[in-house]
């Protein structure tokens, strides 16, 4: 059957079938000029197949697939029909945020919806086979998909150390994902793995090449790769059998790249950015790990996990490798579980582009900026609601699909900001200045610290405290921010800064400990700001995370005044940032430009307190499946029709009809409130309410919200017995 529906083929073949023996037919038919499977028009064709006995129906099925051919290719990434696709991916989990882990179609066709909206064409269930029906979607929808067998091959695979063999386990779960997801259209990709350190029960040249020669046994129309994250393991051959292999962060795929020139990349995992949905704290970080000591974290995106990058770095490294094939961001939503960076306090994860109930975060439209490029994009943040700050600084970003935009305050103009245009630093007030040692390793003199570059570094001769390095400006300076880039990452040392106009008499400015934060990684610059005026700075090394760790230092800058780290300098390519804005209530409103023509508007209010709620269901027709879903968002309004972003009120809720309440949710990532329940907080303004209807039953929902001092808000929503959700709902 082709994608209009028309029956183009029917073939029948008899021949005898002995009961309990396996019997083969085969069928063949030629499909002229097909409409083909894509990311823009995914076609779908239909096969019924019919096994009869003398006219008697014994068994049918019916199995969907598509025409479609595709490429990975070394230098120019991924082609499908013929064309290049960046692969603009996202990571997603198996949970379902407040409905937890046990499938639903609905809920996971919202999911791929949401991420549609975004940008996305492609997605990596993570980290193992996901369920049927999210292929069905993706082959629906026109998402491409990285299909996984496992993540690691150890306890997470379900043995017990080499038990069952690897072998003979192995080839049991690759035979049965591929029998059953290879006519797939969405599906190109084969993943025997995720980050398999090697070792007795991991990675290995061989293993990797028997499960690769296996797969290749059931399915030679796809190439087989892997999820890796230790670019040392290339040396040694490990990927050897791939056909291409995916990489997990900070460009870790250049010494693949190296050996391999003649093989496809995929950037399996980028941007663990991290955010809180509507939260907000100042002074901005001044490093991706200066986190909060709420256990939120700052919803300007400029915050990523200690071994990632914010999506602006990945952005500029995309279009700068454009032989990869693209980028699978971790994550799409957030998930319950891995709550990086505040493991102890958090019960999901900061990781999504939209939190844990779908509710899309700030970062969600940057990505839709970038990806979505002529959809009209226009993204005000943070909210205007600051009284503690009245006079003071507030920054303001614009997220937008457009090249330029104009903010304004209260209608007064804050000045058009263009991408591409960074503001100038201050003076670095060490260039020029001389460098000093109480030791240096050979090739490592005092002066490297000054010369530049990230690249060379001052080293002590040895470990152990009260090593030092020094600074002299030739004359009393005034200095108000002291920018240190480390060898290593900075959690590893313990330093004294001093200053002194003599040389002899010293007097402590800053100072900074070891930290246990983060396990991995880190980042090796930190800032201090200072109020001081000296001739003289000196970092006395007071202590060391580890044993046998050498002082050593990269860079050192001076500046007047407190200045933004180089690592965000990439954001005013793909953000405008307004970092001057003076609070006051009002109206912010930002208009946005592309080739000088207006494009769109934002606008951002100060809000007087809650007034109302409002309800606004996704769907309001359910069919009587007992598994269709509507996902209700619930919203505080001041008395002007405003949003409340900084909403915390207790909302009760009453289902009645031929429906239940499934799951409630808000997205704090710290809430440990139950997912089952008749009631829950706003978080930042707002809540989900998940409402299911009842099998074989029909009728109207009546949904009442209610809150302290706010109006109530009521919906209703209708249950159809024995039919589908409305035409274009799916």
Known sequence: VDPSGWTISKLETAGPAGAGEVTEFRQSVRVEDPALWDVRHPNLYGLRVEIRSEDQLLDSRTLRFGFRSFEFTADDGFHLNGRRVQLYGVNLHHDLGPLGAAFNRRAAQRQLQIMKERGINAIRPSHNPPAPEVLDLCDEMGLVVWDEVFDKWDKTAGRVGDSPPLPEFSKRQIRATVLRDRNHPSVVIWSIGNEIPPGELGMSPERAAYMTAYLKELDTTRPVGMGCHIPSMVADGHFEALDLTGWNYARRYADYREKYPDRPIVYSESASTLSTRGFYELPLPQRKTDYSETHQVDSYDLNAAPWSDIPDVEFALMEKDDFVAGEFVWTGFDYIGEPTPFDEAARSSYFGIVDLCGIPKDRFYLYRSHWRPETPTVHILPHWNWPERVGQVVPVFVYTNGDSAELFLNGQSLGLRRKGEVPERPADLALGATASASSSAADHGAGLALDGSRETAWRAAASGPDQWWQLDFGQPTPVGCLALVMEEPEKMYAYRIEASNDGEAWEPIASKPVFERPQWGGSREFFHEVAAQARFLRVVFTGFREEGVIPAISGFSAYPEPVDSEYYDVTYRYRLRWNDVVYQPG????????????????????????????????????????????????????????????????????????????????????????????????????????????????????????????????????????????????
């Open 587 to 730: 109206e912010l409103r930002a208009v946005a430009y592309k080739d000088g023509e207006v494009i769109g508007e934002e606008v951002m209010r100060t809000v007087s307190s809650p007034s109302f709620l409002r309800l606004s269901p996704d769907r309001d027709r359910l069919s009587a499946s007992g598994e269709d879903l509507s996902f209700v968002l619930v919203e505080a309004f001041d008395r002007n029709g405003v949003p409340c972003p900084l909403a915390d009120q207790m909302v009760h809720f009453q289902v009645d009809g031929p429906g239940t309440i499934a799951a409630v949710g808000n997205g704090n990532p710290l809430s440990l409130e139950p997912f089952q329940a008749d009631h829950r907080k706003l978080f930042n303004g707002k809540a989900l309410l998940i409402v299911r209807g009842d099998k074989n039953a029909s009728g109207e929902i009546t949904i009442n919200a209610t809150a302290d001092g706010m109006e109530p808000a009521r919906i209703k929503v209708q249950v159809s017995n024995g039919v589908g959700p409305p035409e274009g709902v799916d």
